[in-house]
């Protein structure tokens, strides 16, 4: 039962480019939507979080849009640089509910 | 100085036997989990603690057990090991059960069954 879902498997961008990530849920009771990031033989790095009285949170060169109506939240990386490239995953959490990830989304970002 | 750590970083062993993966975190949080990434590359709850309280078990068989000596530790251990087991295991941890605010993980423990 995968309540979050990145249908994307891989994504490959210029550098310098725009990324856009995508991330679909099911679960209208989410209260809080966040991206993660992770390299290689490491843990998840929380990257940015949106609340879902929200529709756009930006942070720097992250910004994450959140369309509650279509339960679909993207992940804007501009301008994308080698470094971001990584695993990104979607996750979901309510108020007082553990969170819930999606399958990632490998982003390759070339020089 | 690592948030939250788990050893061993990698663990080969034969199946049925017993093992043992230790986490303990560093950042005052109240809550502590496990996550099971499987072959799938999926990222699934298995156990959260908080205040030495099991809040949560994800349909994980009975040879998974989580223990917390205090709350800044949350070993998992591993009966009769099987080789569907073999995967990555992450602990993290977060002042608080979901919210905004994100989990600290560890940087995972490769669990491989032979």
């Known amino acids: 039962d995968q309540q979050v879902k990145q249908n994307s498997p891989s994504l490959s961008v210029q550098e310098g480019r725009i990324s856009i990530l995508n991330c679909d849920y099911t679960?209208?009771?989410?209260?809080?939507f966040l991206w993660y990031k992770k390299y290689p033989a490491e843990g998840p790095t929380f990257l940015i979080s949106?609340?879902?009285?929200?529709d756009k949170n930006e942070d720097g060169r992250f910004t994450v849009f959140l369309n509650k109506s279509a339960k679909h939240l993207s992940l804007h990386i501009v301008p994308s640089q080698p470094g971001d490239s990584a695993v990104y995953f979607c996750?979901?959490?309510?108020?007082?509910?553990?969170?819930?990830f999606g399958a990632g989304t490998r982003l390759t970002v070339k020089p | 100085d690592t948030a939250v750590s788990q050893t061993p970083k990698y663990l080969v062993t034969q199946m049925g036997n017993d093992k043992s993966i230790k986490c303990e975190q560093n950042?005052?949080?109240?809550?502590m989990y496990w996550y099971k990434q499987d072959s799938k590359k999926f990222l699934k709850i298995m156990f959260s603690?908080?205040?030495?309280?099991?809040?949560i078990n994800e349909t994980v068989p009975n040879r998974f057990s989580p223990k917390s000596p205090d709350k800044a530790h949350l070993n998992l251990h591993i009966n009769s090991l099987e080789l569907g087991d073999s995967a990555v295991y992450f602990c993290?941890?977060?002042?608080?059960?979901?919210?905004?605010?994100?989990?600290?993980f560890g940087s995972g423990t490769r669990l491989t069954v032979v």
């Open positions: 949106i609340s879902s009285i929200k």
């Open positions: 996750a979901a959490s309510g108020t007082n509910n553990d969170m819930r």
């Open positions: 950042l005052g949080h109240d809550t």
């Open positions: 679960n209208s009771m989410f209260d809080y």
């Open positions: 603690y908080n205040n030495k309280e099991l809040i």
């Open positions: 993290a941890s977060s002042q608080r059960r979901g919210g905004i605010y994100g989990y600290t």
